[in-house]
Each structure stands twice: as C-alpha cells, then as structure tokens.
C-alpha cells in the first residue's frame, strides 16, 4: 500500500509541477518559477531514493485501477519497482533535479521561462512513466509523452524557422520507430494475451531460442528503439535537435530520454536473448552508428553538435553491449553516460551563456582563464568520456568492450577505433574551447563571465559523479552486476551460454591496458594538433575536398533522405490530389453530364404533338407483337 | 419515453421556428440553444438509466404505426420502435454535445435567422432519429429527412461553389439511399415478425403472451413452411432482422442463399449494397470525394455538425445493418472491406499532405480517420468493433474542434489557407495552445482520445482471425502521415515570425469567449475520453460481445 502510494508519488510531482507552471504560464511570478519546478523534480528524486533504500530486492507492482478493459484484454495503469526501474528513477529524477537547477540560471531571462520549466516538469512526468510502467502500453504513453516534450522543447524558440523544423523532424521521425514499437506491442498481444512485463517474460521462458515470432517482436521492438535512441538508419533528428535550449541538450537529448531505447531492451531482455538474430542485427547498426557518428564529430565546429554525435556514438556503444548479451554493462554505461554528458553539455551551456549566445568553436580559445569552474568541470567530463582510467565512462566502455572482445573480435577492432575517434574529438573540442588564444569578438570578450552558482554548483556534482561513477561497478564483479542479477534470471534460464562468461584477469587487464593506450594516444594526437600547432578548423566558406568534405557534410545523409523518402511521399500525395481525385471526380461528374445530356435529347420526344405520340404508341405495340413472335416468354 | 423526447424535442422546436414570424427580435438563437441544452440533458439522463452491464436494447418504446393486411402477401407492419445500446448510447451522447456545440458555432449568422435555426433543429432531431430507431422503415425515413436541411444548410449559407458543393452532396447521399432502400425492401420481404405471427397464427392469444420458446416453435414452423403466407407478419424490425431464424424460407434474401444473381447469392449482393449506402456517408475511398466539396463550401457549424456527427451514421450503419444484418457478408468479405479502410487511411492521409487549404486538409484527414472505423468493423473482433465505435466519438470531438478552429481563422480574415499565415502564436496563443491540442489529439498522442481509437481498430485488425497481418501493418503508416500534415501545417501557420499574406495582423485577435466556451469542453473532452478510456468502453462492451456472436459460428 505504501509503494503505491510512493510510486504515483513520483510521476505525481513534476504533474503538479506543469500544471502550477503551464497553466498559470506569467501568472505565476518568475522568481517563483524555478523554485516550484525543481522543487518538484528534486521531491520525486527524495521519493525514488526512499523507493530505493526500503527495496527488499524483489519486485513490487502497485496497481492503481484497470485502465481499458475490451474483451479479454485488461491493460492496467500500474507501476513496476524492480531493480530496473530504480536506477531509470535515480538517474532520471537525480540527472533531472540538478538541470533543472542549472535552468533557473540559465533560462531565467527568456520570456518564455515559466513555460520552459513547465515542459521539463512535464517532461520528467512522462520519463517516469516510461520507465516505472508495468506493462508495454504505459511504456508507450510514456514513450511518446517524451518526444512530445522533446517536440515542444526542440522548437522552444518558435520563431526561428530552422528550430521548427528539427522539432518536426524529431517527432515525425520518432513516430516511424514508434511505429515500429506500436506492431512490436500489436505481436506481444497476439502471442501472449498480455501486455504486462511479469506475464509476458514469464510466459517467454517456455519459448525455444529462435523462434520466428520473437525474432519478429524484437526486431520491431528495436526500430523503435532505434527511433528514440537516434541509432541508423533514424538518427539524424539528434544533432538537429541541439536546437534547443541547452539544458534540454543535456536532459532530454544526452542522459534521460535518448537512453529509453535502451531501458526497453534490457527491460526485454528475455526477449532478445531468445532471438540471438536481433542480437547480431543491433551489433551491426550499433556499432556501425558509433563509428559514423564519431567520424562526423571529428570534423563539427558547433560545440554542442559536436556533442550530440557524440552522444549518438556513445548510444551506439550502449547498443553494442546489448548485443553481445552484457545487459548490465550497458545499463552501467547509460548510467556514466548520463552523469558525463551532462555536465559536458551544461559545461557547453555555461560556455555559450558566457559567450553571449556563440556556439561555434572557431570563435572560442583560451576560455579557460575566464570560465575556470567550467574548464575544470568540462576537463574532467572530457577525460571521463575518453575512456582514461580511473574516471567513469573508462570502466563502463571498457566493460562493453570486454564482452565483446568475447564474442566477436572484429566488432571489438571497430570499438575500439571508435574509441580512439571518441577521444580525439572530445580532446579537441577541449582545445579549442578552452586553450589558445581567444578567437572571438571584441563585445564577447568584455561579456565573458563565470556562471551563476545554479550553474556551476550542478557542474560540480556531476564532475564528482564523472569522476566517481566507476566505482559503482568495478571489473571483478561490482555492486552494479550484481544488484542488477535478477533482472537477468529469464534470460540465463532460456540461453545459459549466453551468460556467465568470465574474463579470465590477464586478457582484462591487456584489453585495458590497450583502450587506455588508444584513448590517451588520441589526446595526445589532438594535443600536437591543437595547442602545439594553434591548428583552427577552416571557415565555412573553404573548399573542402574528398572525404573531408563528405564527413563535414555528415555524409550527406540528410539530403539523402529528403531525395529518397521525403520529397517522393510529398510528391505521390501531389499526384493522388491532382490526378486521383481528378479521376474520380471525373468519374462523378461524368455520369452527372452523360444523365443530364440524356434527359435533354430525351426532352425532345416530349413535343406536344399528339400525331406522334399516336405514332409512338402503334410503333412501339408493333415491336412488342414482333418480339413477342419470336421470344417466347 | 426519452428518446421520443430527444427526437421530438427538436422536432417541435423546428416547427415553432418555422412558424412564428420572421421578426428580427426574436431570439432564434437562444430557443435553438435552450432545445439543444435539454438534448444534452436528455441524453445524460438516457447514460445514466442505461444498465452498462447489459447486452440488449434497452429504455425500448414501441407502438404500433402501421398496419395493413395485403392477403397473401402478408400482413405489413412498421412500428415506431426505439431504443439504444451499448452501440448507438455513445453516439446519442456524442450528438448532442456536437449539436449543442453547433448551436454556439452557429452564433454569428446573421441572414435568415428563422429558416437557419428551423433547419438546424430540423437536422437534429433527424440525427437523433437515425440514432435511437430499430425499425429500418424508421431509420431510413430519419436518415432520407436528414438529407434535406443539409442541403439547404450548405446551399444557402455556403461559401462561393456552394451550389456545385450541396448538389453533389445530396444526389450521392441520395445514390447510397436507394441502395439502403432496396435491400430495405428485400429484407422485409424476407423476414417475419415472429411474436405477431404468432398470434396470427394462434399460436398465442396475445402478442404480450410469447416467451422465447415459442418463438422458437414459430420459426421452427416457418423454417418447415407450416405457416401460410398470408399469416406471416412482416416487419421492418432491425431485431427481428438480425435473427436469423426470422428469415422466409426461400425468400430472397434467406440465409440459405438460394437466390443468385450472376451465380452471387442475393444476400451477398444485398450486403454490398447496404455497404456502400454507407460506406459514402462514411466516407471510403472512391466514394469520398463529395466529402472535401461539403466541407469547404459549409459554414462552420454546419461542417462540424458534419464531420462530428452525420459522418458517424455511416459508421454505426456498418455495424447495426451493413454487418448486423448480413454477418454471412461481412465475414466473407472481411479482407476486402478491411483493405478498403486501410486505402481510406493511406490515402486520405497522402492528399491530406498536399493541402494548402487547411478546411480540405481536415477533411482529409477526416477520410483517413474513418478509415480506421471500418478496419476496426471489418476485423470482427471485440478490440476492432469497441475501438471502432471508441473511434467514432472520438473523431467528433476531435474534428468538431479542428472545424471550429477553421473557422476561427475564417471569421477573422476569410482566408483558410495555411501559407497565407506565419507566427500566429504571437498574437493568438490562446488560439494556437488550443490548436495544438486538437492537432496533437488527433495525430494519436497517448493522453487523447485519438490514441485509443487508433490503437485498438489497429490491434483488432492485428488480432483478427480474418485478416492478414500486413493490413493493419500498411494502416499503421496514417498514423505518421498524421503527424506529418498535421505538425506542418502547425508550424506553417503559428511559428516562426508574425507575418499575414494580406497584411491582415491587426484583424488577428486572440479567442473571445464563446469560442473558448466550444473549444476548452471539446478539447477537456478528448482529454477525459484519452485518460479513462473506460468510461466509453463500458458502455460498448457487452453489447459488442453480443454482437460478435453471430460471428462465431
């Protein structure tokens, strides 16, 4: 009883947070604004943390009522406590607390604040449905409740035409992984009968591995992941969405809900290990979308693009790990990854605020002396998301990678270029921005400032969080696996092999030595680069050749898809107003003219003259005589 | 007793218009108001004397209208006979909220008030009609009456091609009638009202005296032709029709199929028939195109009366008559059918995308949205026929709000189309927050009505026993198309700077009162109906699971 209440506490908060904000959007006063919304999230964060140490290790559902009931499908609004969905908790409403903090500091000049905070308090309020839901169906309000927020978030400042549409374009694009999630849930109802986790997974032990309707359901599971988590081929709406405020970068597009993709399969994970298939697919895309997202990084000039493909090559590691069946190191890598970038994100958000609104690095340098919080902070974001031990993203990349240096050494190769991509580009963007000479305008420098304490004070405990975050799950078996073990039971029950391989300490300790040889290697490459040779990325304008002006231009997969699926769609619904409707209108208005013209040469016989209305009658008697003669009838 | 009311209440009202005199201080407005406001009421009381958990008809009212010996060829009897179920009380409710909402919209006409408001109750009390008979003969006279003070609603009060427009309208509503009343004709011939006949044929004294297993004994002689033919009653009882033991041996349209045209049986044929009566008042694919036409010549009351409620007729005549009556039909042709919905899906969407004129892109829309209704009908399931009626009301609701917010636009500057806008957020945002509500209500966002009815037509077409799974597969691409003509043309009108095509900015002031009055209820509406789905599925249910029966076999 208590749980239930505790658990619709949790969502309950930041609702009654939108609702103060949205609702009474510049009534309600501005200094007023920020104190209620973080109030909110940092309430639901003291809920999930008592949620978490009363946890008993088994889990607890809390019913609240029947939400639909048609026929013999009854879908409940219930939520699901394991251990799961408090570390989803922890780091949705804990991440979410500090940037909503940060965002009083930065968003407290726009006119539009109060709205602002509304939409994260709104947007936390679906991330927590998302990931406390019982069932697949409150997963999927949650699921899109999110990207509508992102939607609202993305184009926040709606005046400019560009904003608008990277919010479109993440929505609509989300709606075909959300497509593919929505069959994947029509597939689970007709095999199972249910949409509840507990009836499903139970019902899946039963099932043999590789089996036709799982490898269907996952698949279809995983295109909305793919939407969500921006993995190829439906990735192009994240670096698009740095349009919005950047607090909402570091929320919604780095640590909370681009990582829901994965919070749904190893929520699944039965699933997916009865469908190794899947599995080798979402390698494949996985480590393909780190790779490419990561060479595209190395060229961006945009300090938060930079960051977001970053955050869609870190995704694709994340994926990686799923692949190979290490649930957990995935879930750990969700976890760092939302604490480093974060705070990079905020970091750049600091930098931007200090700049007067620049975003482009070639117009940074030296920013250090004026922004040390923030250099100090971002440094360290910066060596944790490099993979340097002993800070965070080291132990949880480095986890990935072990298991698949297991499963596949080819994909562990790839990896680990990635990996060396990965430190270059963080390096860089480091230089860039915080050493050297300053490169921008005059007005800027005299505007340069440290953040207010809002900002900086979430800075620091993320850097501390960055910096610390490993221990959570050391090698050798950590606190992580171990708490996150039962999760897995259904899974180690339906593929035993799948699991419990153990790395014996001498290949660990070389495949680390390694990943830390690389990641400092690529910093040092970015060193020699950046600071010994003042190198500054070529204007907008410079002509770029080959495979430079390929990867700067991301490939070009943008206009790709606008050639191949955009502007065909747009044109067949062009073609089937202009000439589909024109055909059946035609249609209809032909047999109106053909009736009409009838009637008017049948008129004609209508003339009045009884002569031939006698002539008619003798006429047409003679044609009945006649036929009469020869049909009988 | 109440659902005369709900049909004559209206009724009378038209009468009293029409006959008082045409004096301009005369508030037509607020009797036409009054009346719909005790609609509203009349239909609350109807939701709350309905028992949820019952299958059959109920708060029935029945009486004798006509009756005439013809000698052999039996006895005609056509009653006045009422009542609703967990079918048609959701669509009752719905009505009159959208009538009432209609009433309100229909606030600023100005020229010939008294024919106006006479009209509009006049279309009221036939779309309750519609609604709450179960004689066919009933039904069909509602549904013809209908027809007229549409057409005069749009002819006169129309926009520019207003004429073209409530023509077309009329002579292919007109089309679908003489197919509904010639399989109308043929179904009375062929079916006999079994506690009459009964009596005729003294097998019981009174009519109040026949329990089931007499009718049973009824049917049973009629089956071994042991009645004459000049003591079968026939009738044009929808529940009598719907049984099909009530059916003549060897008539035309008996179940065993003897009658073939073409070597089609005459039951198939007749199936199709009532099937496109109403598959054009629905509208489906090719049979739509009068649809945008009505839409964009309509004044703005009169297309939300429209879209909110007369498209539904279509709709709840699938399920009472098209698949009530001939399930032997549906169930044959349930891939056909169904792949006909999916077509008005995909396809209205598509054209919904190519509009410049946000009136027709709605309409469209609309297209594509009822096309969900019959996926849902044709999968003959309990989540496809309960998702189906979910549907319905949804889309009244929903598309009764995005046809006021047309017209909103309208008043203001006479200019529908979405590029003649940018920025409207500026200086409408009580307009566009609400627009965007009724946008994102109806590209299906969970929380909205919208949401549910999509979901579970879609899972009925999913979970169907008929059906291959790539039609519902195919049909789940509306649901992105939605979201993209819908979100465009958000952006085209209300981001980006303010800017107007004729200069019209200062025209452009934000919702007065009475257009949030219509606005907010409708939109808290979905929003109630998205949250407790429940509320609306309770009363479909039972009456569904019963329903479904006849498919069992």
């Known amino acids: 009883m208590q749980t ?122 679906f991330m927590l449905l998302l990931v406390t839901g019982s069932n697949y169906v409150i997963m999927f309000i949650g699921w899109e409740g999110v990207g509508l927020c992102s939607y609202l978030l993305i184009g926040f400042w709606n005046k400019n035409v560009n904003y608008n549409n990277a919010a479109r374009k993440a929505f609509v694009m989300n709606r075909i992984g959300d497509l593919g999630f929505l069959l994947g849930i029509f597939l689970l109802i007709t095999t199972f009968g249910s949409v509840e986790y507990t009836d499903i997974f139970e019902q899946a032990t039963r099932f043999a591995v590789g089996d036709k309707m799982i490898l269907a359901i996952t698949l279809l599971l995983f295109v909305g992941a793919m939407g969500k988590s921006a993995q190829i081929p439906l990735y192009t709406w994240l670096p698009d969405a740095m349009a919005g405020p950047t607090p909402v970068s570091a929320l919604i597009h ?45 060229l961006q000039n945009d300090i938060k693009k930079v960051l977001a493909y970053s955050t869609v090559s870190q995704l694709g590691y994340m994926f990686l790990g799923l692949s190979v069946a290490a649930y957990s190191s995935g879930m750990f890598h969700v976890i760092t990854h939302a604490f480093f970038k974060a705070l990079l994100f905020l970091g750049a958000g600091s930098v931007i605020h200090a700049m007067s609104d620049e975003q482009d690095i070639r117009n940074m340098g030296g920013l250090r002396k004026h922004l040390p919080l923030t250099f100090i902070t971002f440094l360290l974001g910066t060596i944790a998301i490099a ?54 305008t005059e007005a800027q420098r005299h505007h340069l400032h440290e953040s207010p304490a809002t900002m900086t004070l979430p800075l620091i405990v993320l850097a501390v969080l ?168 | 007793m109440i659902l005369s009311l709900l049909i004559f209440l209206p009724l009378i009202g038209a009468l009293v218009v029409a006959l008082l005199p045409d004096n301009q201080h005369i508030p037509f407005k607020w009797l036409t108001l009054g009346v719909a406001m005790a609609e509203l009421l009349l239909s609350v009381v109807a939701y709350t004397q309905f028992d949820q958990q019952q299958a059959g008809y109920q708060l029935l009212e029945q009486a004798d209208w006509i009756t005439l010996p013809l000698g052999n060829l039996g006895v005609v009897s056509i009653d006045y006979l009422l009542g609703v179920d967990g079918i048609s009380l959701p669509l009752v409710v719905l009505s009159s909220v959208i009538l009432l909402i ?129 003591q079968i009653v026939h009738t044009f009882d929808l529940r009598y029709m719907a049984d099909g033991g009530n059916y003549l041996p060897n008539a035309f349209l008996s179940g065993a199929g003897e009658t073939t045209f073409w070597g089609i049986p005459a039951r198939m044929i007749a199936f199709w028939a009532v099937f496109l009566g109403f598959a054009i008042k629905l509208p489906i694919v090719p049979l739509h195109t009068w649809l945008p036409d009505a839409h964009v010549e309509a004044p703005t009351p009169v297309s939300v009366v429209l879209a909110g409620v007369l498209l539904k007729i279509g709709g709840y005549g699938f399920i009472r ?34 509009q410049n004129d946000l009136k027709k892109m709605i309409a469209y829309s609309s297209v594509s949205h009822m096309g969900f209704v019959l996926l849902g009908v044709a999968s003959l399931t309990s989540e496809g026929i309960n998702g189906a009626i979910y549907q319905m009301v949804s889309h009244g609701v929903l598309s009764a709000m995005l046809f006021l917010i047309v017209g909103v636009i309208y008043d203001r500057t006479h200019d529908r189309r979405i590029d003649s806008y940018r920025g409207l957020l500026q200086v409408m945002p009580h307009y566009a927050v609400l627009t965007a509500v ?25 979970q169907s026993l008929w059906l291959p799974g790539w039609l519902p597969s195919v049909a789940v ?28 900015e200062s025209t452009l002031t934000d919702l007065n009162g009475r257009e949030r009055l219509m606005l907010i209820p409708l939109g808290l509406l979905a929003l109630l109906l998205g949250l407790l789905p429940n509320v609306l599925f309770n009363l479909s249910n039972a009456t569904v699971a019963q329903w479904l029966e006849k498919f069992n076999v």
């Not at chain 1, 309950?12 to 007023?32: E, W």
Request: proline share 3%; net charge neutral; aromatic share 14%.
């Open chain 1, 387 to 440: 993979g340097i031990p002993p800070f965070a993203g080291f132990f949880s990349k480095d986890e990935i990678l072990a298991h698949v240096f297991l499963h596949n050494k080819a994909l562990w190769g790839l990896g680990l270029v990635g990996s060396a991509m990965t430190s270059f580009y963080m390096f860089r963007l480091l230089f860039l921005t915080f050493f050297g000479e300053f490169r921008g």
């Open chain 2, 438 to 462: 009724a946008f994102f209500g109806s590209l299906g966002l969970p929380g909205f009505s919208g949401f549910v009815g999509e979901l579970f037509t879609l899972m009925g077409g999913f």
């Open chain 2, 321 to 354: 008559i098209a698949w009530g009556l001939f399930p032997d039909g549906g169930a044959q042709y349930a891939q056909t059918l169904a792949g006909l919905g999916v077509l008005s899906i995909v396809y209205g969407g598509l054209n919904a995308l190519a």
């Open chain 1, 4 to 125: 239930d209440l505790l658990c619709s506490l949790i969502p309950l908060f930041p609702l009654i947070g939108f609702a103060i904000n949205g609702l009474g959007f510049r009534k309600v006063p501005a200094s007023l604004v920020g104190p209620i919304s973080s109030a909110a999230a940092l309430a639901s964060f003291a809920v999930s943390l008592m949620l978490f140490s009363g946890f008993s290790g088994q889990p607890v559902k809390a019913t609240l009522f029947d939400w639909i009931s048609v026929g013999s499908l009854h879908i409940n609004f219930s939520f699901q406590i394991d251990q799961l969905s408090l570390l989803m908790l922890l780091i949705v409403t804990g991440v979410g607390s500090l940037i909503h903090i940060y965002s009083i500091g930065y968003m407290k000049h726009d006119e539009g604040f109060g709205k602002f905070m509304a939409f994260l308090n709104l947007f936390l309020f």
């Open chain 1, 466 to 633: 960055s910096v610390a975050g490993g221990l959570l799950n050391l090698p050798g078996g950590g606190w992580l696996s171990h708490f996150m073990e039962p999760l897995f039971a259904g899974s180690a029950q339906v593929s035993p092999e799948a699991f419990g391989h153990e790395i014996d300490h001498s290949t660990e300790y070389m495949l680390m030595g390694i990943s830390t040889a690389v990641a400092i290697g690529s910093a040092i490459a970015a060193y020699v680069v950046y600071i010994s040779r003042h190198a500054v990325p070529a204007p907008e304008s410079a002509e770029r050749s080959g495979i430079a002006k390929l990867v700067y231009n991301k490939y070009f997969v943008d206009e790709l898809y606008e050639i191949a699926i955009v502007r065909p769609i747009r044109a067949l619904g062009d073609a089937l107003y202009n000439f589909g409707e024109f055909i059946i209108d035609g249609i209809v208005n032909g047999v109106a003219w053909i009736v009409r013209a009838a009637s008017a040469q049948l008129r004609l016989l209508q003339s009045g003259s009884i002569g031939f209305y006698v002539f008619a009658m003798v006429f047409s008697i003679a044609v009945i005589v006649i036929v009469r003669f020869f049909v009988r009838f």
């Open chain 2, 477 to 504: 691409s509306g649901i992105v198309l939605a979201a993209a003509y819908l979100l465009w043309s958000l952006q085209r009108m209300f981001f980006g700077p303010l800017w107007t095509r004729d200069g019209v």
């Open chain 2, 102 to 230: 209609g009433v309100l919209s229909s606030w600023t006409i100005e020229n010939r008030q008294k024919a106006y408001f006479s009209l509009y109750l006049l279309l009221s009390g036939t779309i309750m009609g519609c609604f709450v008979a179960l004689d066919f003969f009933l039904f069909f006279l509602f549904f013809e009456f209908m027809l007229l003070p549409m057409y005069f609603l749009i002819g006169l009060w129309g926009g520019p091609r207003r004429e073209y427009a409530s023509i077309k309208f009329f002579l292919y509503t007109l089309l679908g009638s003489v197919l509904i009343l010639l399989v109308m004709i043929g179904l009375y011939l062929s079916v006999m009202d079994p506690v009459s006949t009964a009596v005729m044929a003294g097998l019981a004294t009174d009519a109040a005296s026949v329990d089931q297993d007499l009718i049973r004994l009824v049917q049973a002689q009629l089956a071994d032709m042991h009645i004459s033919s000049s």
């Open chain 1, 254 to 298: 780095a640590a909370t809900m681009v990582t829901a993709g994965i919070y749904m399969i190893v929520r699944s994970n039965v699933l997916y290990t009865l469908s190794p298939v899947t599995l080798e697919v979402i390698g494949v895309i996985a480590i393909a979308t780190a790779i490419l997202a990561a060479s595209i990084g190395l």
